[in-house]
């Protein structure tokens, strides 16, 4: 744990410096976009949340929940997410860059040392994990911006993983499974608990994602253009958009093109497919006479033990909204799941940005139906 938290810190800074090197350090430098932050913020944010949970003991968001006061003088009113706004982290007046690095620091070593202390036992370590957890998943928000913002990306994450090669699709015969929940101690947020049976019928899924060169050929074939591929939802999206192929294509003499971390290059027919909404996605499945997944169908493969089923490569689109499993209850980041649910959209696996330790297939993970800035793609089913 304490080698896991050091690994996520210098993986944060390596990639803010990324953004500071870019001219994105100050916030005023950043253009406002809905779906980021300024990098200077996430890294305040970052170590005020393991001071909150850790340091401060806190047993949930709630301000009566923690102890004592942040090491910085006005800490909870910088970087509590639930108070300051999204627009208003780019007007706050936060300290420097130094500043804000130092506190990182001091934050982080006041962990370690208290996690040197503790019982090795599951309600002794959650706050470590959850701290842990957290700063994986911002990591992997600044990924997100740097693409946005073109800002070159370290070598190793600059490019995604080719689709396996595998037979083009499983037949799982279904039966009951146990959804969600780790059956033996460990960590997990609280939208994957209780959990509980579920049936799932037969079905016939892809063994890899959905490639580029794939759906390359519903853009040729007019899928942007024909609204009868297209849910309402999907058309009124569709209408806001100048848009006849994923986000960050560009076609170019004949060819297909693809930004990559500020660099253009020629699109590669055997990637998965990434930056589409999952509107994108089920208009590709309505042309192709497929469907999308339900998340528990594919939990049920990724579990399953069988050979020739990939996934990490990219969070993919499921058909199933984000909602509570039964008997869901509030952990102590309250805010984590319940504001989401019925809105946002079930999303599962992870993606090239994601470190291993985060990679579980029982996580999961959501976000509104038109976000094309994070590294999602999808994989479809047999009707």
Excluded at 149 to 164: F, Y
Excluded at 364 to 380: H, K, Q
Aim: aromatic letters at 14%; proline letters at 7%; one cysteine or more.
């Amino acid at each position: 744990m304490s080698d896991a938290l050091q690994s996520a810190r210098n993986y944060t800074l390596r990639l803010f410096d990324c953004l500071a090197q870019a001219g994105y350090d100050l916030p005023s430098r950043v253009p406002y976009v809905a779906t980021i932050n300024p990098p200077l913020w996430e890294l305040g944010h970052i170590a005020w949340f393991a001071e909150w949970y850790i340091l401060r003991q806190a047993a949930s968001s709630h301000p009566a929940d923690a102890v004592g006061n942040s090491l910085l003088t006005r800490g909870d009113d910088w970087f509590d997410s639930n108070t300051v706004g999204h627009r208003s982290r780019w007007t706050l007046d936060l300290p420097n860059t130094g500043s804000l690095k130092t506190y990182c620091n001091e934050v982080l070593d006041r962990v370690l040392d208290k996690l040197s202390r503790e019982a090795n036992v599951d309600a002794a370590l959650y706050p470590y994990r959850l701290v842990l957890a957290h700063e994986d998943m911002h990591g992997e928000a600044l990924l997100h911006a740097m693409q946005l913002l073109g800002v070159e990306a370290p070598p190793e994450l600059a490019r995604g993983r080719n689709a396996a090669a595998a037979p083009r699709e499983i037949h799982y015969p279904g039966g009951t499974i146990r959804l969600g929940g780790p059956q033996d101690g460990g960590f997990v947020f609280d939208n994957e608990k209780a959990a509980h049976a579920c049936y799932v019928p037969p079905f016939a899924i892809d063994a890899t994602l959905v490639t580029n060169d794939q759906f390359a050929e519903f853009v040729a074939d007019g899928g942007y253009q024909r609204a009868g591929y297209w849910s309402k939802a999907g058309q009124a999206w569709l209408m806001g958009q100048e848009r006849s192929a994923p986000r960050y294509w560009r076609r170019d003499r004949g060819r297909w093109l693809a930004s990559r971390f500020g660099q253009l290059r020629t699109l590669d027919p055997h990637e998965a497919v990434r930056h589409v909404t999952l509107y994108e996605a089920q208009a590709y499945c309505m042309w192709a006479e497929r469907r999308l997944p339900a998340e528990a169908e594919w939990e049920y493969a990724a579990l399953s033990g069988q050979p020739g089923f990939s996934w990490g490569q990219l969070w993919e689109w499921t058909a199933s909204p984000f909602e509570p499993y039964p008997g869901f209850e509030a952990g102590p980041y309250r805010e984590y799941s319940a504001p989401w649910f019925m809105t946002h959209q079930v999303l599962r696996g992870a993606s090239f940005a994601t470190p291993s330790r985060f990679g579980s297939a029982r996580f999961r993970n959501f976000y509104l139906p038109e976000r094309d800035d994070i590294f999602a793609g999808f994989r479809t089913c047999a009707y």
